[in-house]
């Protein structure tokens, strides 16, 4: 237990490594970004920097986009400075804010106090937003809010000025949905308990989604009912993402989205940087399309998590896989999987282990395996000597413990050979020799290099290697480390692990419970099964 409590005292740590800030350095940074754009000078700009500190870890670029933003809506610098929590909204919000109030009727009063105010004003009732002159005395809010539709609608509501003004709006979006889209009561019903937020989206833009969902992505209307979420999307990224990016390992960007309409919800210019960063560290962008959760992350932190994946072995050996998205996506609780098995001296984990359901992991340790999964070390090895066949795998299943081999040991052991001259392909023909540990193989070949370079007979084969191939000398290698165990195959072990049975797995005891701070979950039976063994207890 004293591990699992290491391991999670480092959980901040890893979470450090993997999410890198975009924000400013200091606030003497953030004060020449800001002074320029809102004409104030350092000093000043500098204390409120201060006294408001979470600015500094703004982006700037989204700090440059708000204020020109704030500036569009004609508000002073007065304004902007008095109310430094709009910089934390998203600018998609700030956006559709404004365009809701202006759709209601907000025009002189449309300034940033009414956006801050923006929720609590929609719930207030027509007769006070007139009383309180935000809206003309004068205005009809049915008439205001019919004329933002394509189409003439009638929401079945008997009008007051004591009705609320989001009552009013969530009547019209019923109205339009039936007719536009024909939506029955069971599906408004979902709407509004699944994605009430719709009541927050303005008019015009809901018209647009849909509009551009049908006409350019070529959604039907169950496509559309099956995927209510994207009524949240923004109509200015979709019509941007087929220039911005254009297509997904070679498959079009509408076909995409026809297959994984989860994409829609993601920034065009967030997902062109992830792809940029895949293609900079050399992994295949192909596994985006069967996890493209993995979009939904920042750029900066996938960034974070290759540069990351790099430095760790384990993980980069597998970079070549076609399911090292999936681990990229979930990498924070793989290294933490990883960090554990290490500690319970597992030599050998897949892919698969690392990154499945929390079943699976705990099934995999309290099971004791100890083994390679063979996928793992096909598809290593089919990269390593550009081969697209099994037969590399054929040869290496002839020994019998060529699963108990972890897949960075074969690559240590590959670039060693590598280093001291021989070919890929000469590694080829004597494959099982890297299922041997890097030690045994280079005392036993430098041996062998040296007597071949001396010219002298080697000790225990009394014959001089001076024409020896190099592939008979791998052979040769092969040949001596089996020696000194009798051919029987555990030559393959290394020195530190006691290897007892070769026919079974190697025995891996689990702390008693897995606990939910460890990140790996419990299931509900193994929660009840805790509770009951508390209980007797006391």
């Given amino acids: 237990?004293?591990?699992?409590?290491?391991?999670?005292?480092?959980?901040?740590?890893?979470?450090?490594?993997?999410?890198?800030?975009?924000?400013?350095?200091?606030?003497?940074?953030?004060?020449?970004?800001?002074?320029?754009?809102?004409?104030?000078?350092?000093s000043t700009m500098y204390k409120y920097l201060v006294k408001n500190s979470f600015l500094k870890d703004l982006e700037p670029d989204d700090v440059r986009r708000k204020i020109a933003y704030f500036k569009y809506l004609n508000a002073t610098t007065e304004d902007i400075l008095k109310h430094p929590l709009l910089f934390t909204v998203h600018l998609t919000t700030l956006e559709n804010r404004s365009t809701i109030l202006r759709e209601c009727g907000f025009v002189e009063t449309l300034k940033l106090d009414a956006?801050?105010?923006?929720?609590?004003?929609?719930?207030?009732?027509?007769?006070?937003?007139?009383?309180?002159?935000?809206?003309?005395?004068?205005?009809?809010?049915?008439?205001?809010?019919?004329?933002?539709?394509?189409?003439?609608?009638?929401?079945?509501?008997?009008?007051?000025?004591?009705?609320?003004?989001q009552f009013i709006r969530n009547q019209f979006i019923n109205a339009f949905l039936r007719q536009r889209l024909q939506f029955t009561d069971e599906e408004l019903d979902k709407l509004w308990k699944t994605y009430s937020r719709i009541k927050h989206k303005s008019f015009g833009n809901t018209q647009r989604v849909i509009d551009i969902l049908e006409r350019d992505y070529k959604f039907s209307r169950n496509k559309i009912i099956r995927n209510l979420y994207l009524l949240h999307a923004d109509?200015?990224?979709?019509?941007?993402?087929?220039?911005?990016?254009?297509?997904?390992?070679?498959?079009?960007?509408?076909?995409?989205?026809?297959?994984?309409?989860?994409?829609?919800?993601?920034?065009?210019?967030?997902?062109?940087?992830?792809?940029?960063?895949?293609?900079?560290?050399?992994?295949?962008?192909?596994?985006?399309?069967?996890?493209?959760?993995?979009?939904?992350?920042?750029?900066?932190?996938?960034?974070?998590?290759?540069?990351?994946?790099?430095?760790?072995?384990?993980?980069?050996?597998?970079?070549?896989?076609?399911?090292?998205?999936?681990?990229?996506?979930?990498?924070?609780?793989?290294?933490?999987?990883?960090?554990?098995?290490q500690q319970l001296k597992v030599r050998c984990f897949s892919l698969n282990i690392l990154s499945s359901h929390t079943q699976n992991f705990e099934k995999y340790v309290r099971d004791g395996y100890d083994k390679t999964h063979w996928r793992d070390v096909k598809h290593y090895i089919n990269v390593a000597f550009g081969r697209q066949d099994n037969k590399v795998l054929e040869q290496l299943?002839?020994?019998?413990?060529?699963?108990?081999?972890?897949?960075?040991?074969?690559?240590?052991?590959?670039?060693?050979?590598?280093?001291?001259?021989f070919s890929p392909s000469i590694i080829y023909e004597n494959i099982q020799i890297m299922l041997y540990p890097l030690p045994r193989i280079s005392s036993k070949l430098e041996n062998l290099m040296k007597c071949k370079e001396m010219r002298k007979k080697h000790d225990e084969f009394g014959i001089e290697l001076t024409d020896v191939t190099p592939s008979q000398m791998l052979s040769l290698c092969l040949y001596m480390i089996e020696f000194d165990f009798h051919f029987?195959?555990?030559?393959?072990?290394?020195?530190?692990?006691?290897?007892?049975?070769?026919?079974?797995?190697?025995?891996?005891?689990?702390?008693?419970?897995?606990?939910?701070?460890?990140?790996?979950?419990t299931t509900a039976s193994e929660k009840n099964r805790q509770r009951e063994q508390l209980a007797s207890d006391c």
């Fill in 397 to 421: 299943k002839r020994h019998p413990y060529w699963f108990h081999v972890p897949v960075v040991q074969m690559q240590e052991t590959l670039e060693y050979l590598k280093s001291k001259g």
């Fill in 115 to 165: 956006i801050v105010k923006y929720v609590s004003i929609v719930r207030q009732k027509v007769k006070v937003l007139k009383d309180y002159k935000l809206i003309p005395f004068d205005l009809s809010i049915m008439d205001q809010l019919g004329k933002q539709f394509d189409i003439e609608l009638k929401p079945e509501i008997d009008y007051s000025d004591d009705m609320c003004l």
């Fill in 1 to 42: 237990m004293y591990k699992l409590r290491v391991l999670l005292n480092n959980k901040h740590h890893i979470n450090r490594l993997f999410c890198s800030g975009t924000g400013f350095n200091n606030f003497y940074e953030a004060t020449k970004l800001f002074c320029p754009l809102l004409d104030m000078n350092e």
């Fill in 235 to 341: 109509p200015e990224n979709l019509l941007r993402y087929p220039d911005v990016v254009p297509q997904i390992a070679q498959m079009d960007i509408r076909h995409l989205m026809l297959k994984q309409p989860k994409i829609m919800m993601v920034s065009c210019d967030s997902v062109r940087q992830i792809l940029d960063h895949f293609r900079a560290f050399g992994i295949d962008e192909a596994g985006i399309l069967k996890y493209s959760t993995i979009l939904t992350l920042s750029s900066s932190t996938i960034k974070g998590r290759l540069e990351q994946l790099k430095k760790t072995k384990e993980f980069d050996v597998l970079s070549k896989h076609p399911r090292i998205t999936k681990l990229i996506a979930y990498q924070t609780k793989a290294t933490l999987r990883l960090d554990f098995l």
């Fill in 488 to 521: 029987t195959g555990d030559g393959i072990w290394p020195e530190q692990v006691q290897h007892s049975d070769s026919a079974t797995t190697t025995n891996i005891e689990l702390p008693k419970s897995l606990s939910k701070g460890y990140r790996f979950g």
